[in-house]
């Protein structure tokens, strides 16, 4: 699907138009009728992974042509932490002005991915940098560990991450984790996600559910409506029907209206389009014209 997937890298080392409706798009029931007398919304947002090539080589104008499409966010991946996936180059950029560029382009960051390495090392100015490029949300994208790791292995790296949780908590800025398909595997007949979430601390990691995992037969409203306020974000991705193959959102198999019917009770608060750049016009047309 993709050439490089941020696992394999990992492993191996406002509101407007660009808003979608969450609640009042689909039909409500009578109780959360009452409960919902507006529209909830949430800006439109996408993963800057999938278009890093792009990004490296002409930040602002690569931003303004996606924000043309509807965007209105932006999820950066931190680039000391992506420094060898392809964002050395915008290291260069201070977090002033890489907010500066972002807010230039009609975008806002409220959220990014960072690396183990970086949190366990650079803590303190990671979340220095993070709350002046104005994000609120901390996404570690992986834990980086082996193919072979144990389920000791996955619960301290959990309790390792409380810590950090807490920390970055206490600075002003909600941690969370993104799942891959690795997180769905299971151990002696247990499944590694289930056990995540068992052993996070709730207060201090929030989760970001990939929805990319309907092609291995989880769903995120599925998630979403076990473990209500678990969730802080997700990413969209559809997929034709063999499930190999991406398609833009609300042209594949995904069940969008189950999903946004969902994302409330599962506290969902920002929503990012994670596929390849040639899906980004169609998958936006859909989610704010549905």
């Not at 997937?5 to 009042?24: H, P």
């Not at 303004?64 to 499409?69: E, Q, R, S, T």
């Not at 009609?106 to 979340?127: A, F, Q, T």
């Not at 309907?214 to 559809?238: E, M, Q, V």
Request: charge should be neutral; aromatic fraction near 10%; include cysteine.
């Amino acid at each position: 699907m993709k050439k490089i997937t941020r696992r394999d890298f990992l492993n191996r080392s406002a509101l407007g138009m660009g808003s979608v409706v969450l609640a009042s798009q689909f039909p409500l029931s009578p109780g959360e009728a009452e409960k919902s007398l507006k529209p909830k919304k949430m800006p439109l947002g996408f993963q800057a992974w999938t278009v890093r090539n792009s990004l490296v080589k002409d930040f602002p104008g690569t931003l303004k042509n996606i924000a043309g499409m509807g965007y209105k966010s932006i999820e950066m991946c931190s680039p000391p932490g992506y420094q060898f996936a392809g964002f050395g180059p915008l290291m260069n950029l201070t977090a002033k002005e890489m907010k500066q560029i972002i807010n230039d382009a009609g975008l806002i960051c409220s959220s990014c991915h960072y690396g183990m390495d970086e949190l366990r090392k650079n803590l303190d100015e990671r979340v220095a940098f993070a709350l002046e490029v104005g994000q609120t949300q901390m996404i570690l994208s992986s834990f980086g560990l082996p193919g072979k790791a144990t389920m000791d292995d996955w619960k301290k790296a959990a309790d390792e991450l409380n810590e950090i949780g807490l920390k970055a908590k206490n600075g002003g800025i909600q941690m969370g984790f993104h799942n891959h398909h690795m997180e769905f595997a299971q151990i002696d007949g247990t499944l590694i996600y289930d056990v995540l979430l068992n052993q996070f601390d709730p207060e201090y990691i929030k989760m970001q559910f990939q929805v990319a995992v309907i092609t291995i037969g989880y769903k995120a409203s599925d998630y979403f409506n076990k473990y209500p306020g678990r969730f802080i974000s997700a990413h969209l991705a559809d997929f034709s029907t063999d499930k190999t193959t991406e398609a833009p959102v609300g042209q594949g198999i995904v069940d969008w209206k189950e999903f946004f019917a969902s994302i409330k009770k599962g506290g969902v608060k920002n929503i990012f389009v994670e596929m390849e750049e040639n899906t980004f016009k169609d998958s936006a047309a859909y989610l704010l014209n549905t």
